[in-house]
């Protein structure tokens, strides 16, 4: 049976109220405001560079759409420091042909220290839960990046004392950065705002050198941990 024309229109006028009507009744919560905290931070390379977490800062601007109770939106946009710090070890003594021990240079001594600055974009889902003035959440989500610079702290003096020193002359080939970014944390509530504290894990997709089979390295990517002070305010 072939449907009047009149009908399939009182059928789609139907559906668009019932829409409208889901979209009205949704409850949704808008809120802004700013973040700041702390970076640790490294790179993945291959082949291997001894390392610690490199420590740096980060801040940005945060906007939030919150749908009903459990379910939300967050897009950021971020300063954010990161890097690496290289390791420097040596065993104390070394033997000799002879068999005699001799002192080894100490490579503690030796520091070098890259840092990359970076504009970040975090696209974020938001599920939270608990209490309506205290709220444990998880953010989970991508996030793109680009370095607008980078800078280097140290005392090699020309000297080689890592196994791996080739990145030491190397500038930063690929300053996009994307990746898969996510944390938990807890919100508290309160009238004149609200207050999170969250920690963060963000693990890069990309290379910052070139990696093809012609070049020194084959993997070179980042890897940060944050922790996040944030204060948001809720439009009415």
Same mark, same amino acid.
């Given at each position: ?28 919560e808008f809120s802004i ?64 042909? &002879?068999?005699? +021990?001799?002192?080894?240079?100490? @490579?503690?001594?030796?520091? *070098?220290?890259?840092? $990359?600055?970076? /504009? ?44 791996i020193n080739e990145q ?11 990746g898969i970014s996510g944390?938990?944390?807890? &919100?508290?509530? +309160?009238?004149?705002?609200?207050? @999170?504290?969250?920690?963060? *894990?963000?693990?890069? $997709?990309?290379? /910052? ?28």
């Amino acid at each position: 049976m072939k449907l009047k024309p009149y009908v399939i229109l009182l059928f789609l006028g139907i559906a668009s109220v019932i829409k409208a009507q889901i979209i009205v009744t949704t409850p949704y919560e808008f809120s802004i405001g700013v973040s700041g905290g702390t970076t640790f931070s490294s790179i993945d390379f291959r082949p291997k560079v001894t390392q610690s977490m490199l420590m740096g800062t980060t801040f940005g601007l945060t906007g939030r759409m919150t749908m009903g109770k459990y379910v939300g939106i967050q897009v950021e946009l971020n300063y954010a420091q990161q890097g690496w710090k290289e390791k420097f070890e040596s065993d104390d003594q070394a033997q000799t042909e &002879e068999g005699t +021990t001799e002192e080894l240079e100490d @490579l503690s001594k030796y520091k *070098y220290n890259r840092r $990359l600055s970076y /504009i970040q974009l975090p696209f974020y889902t938001r599920v939270q839960f608990g209490k309506n003035n205290v709220k444990g959440f998880i953010n989970a989500g991508p996030q793109i990046g680009y370095m607008i610079s980078e800078s280097t702290d140290e005392n090699l003096n020309g000297e080689t004392p890592g196994k791996i020193n080739e990145q030491h002359s190397m500038p930063v080939e690929k300053k996009f950065e994307w990746g898969i970014s996510g944390g938990a944390g807890i &919100e508290i509530r +309160t009238g004149i705002g609200y207050f @999170l504290l969250e920690g963060r *894990y963000l693990y890069a $997709l990309g290379d /910052i050198y070139n990696t093809t089979r012609s070049d020194y390295f084959s993997k070179a990517t980042g890897q940060t941990i944050s922790v996040k002070i944030s204060y948001l305010i809720p439009l009415k």
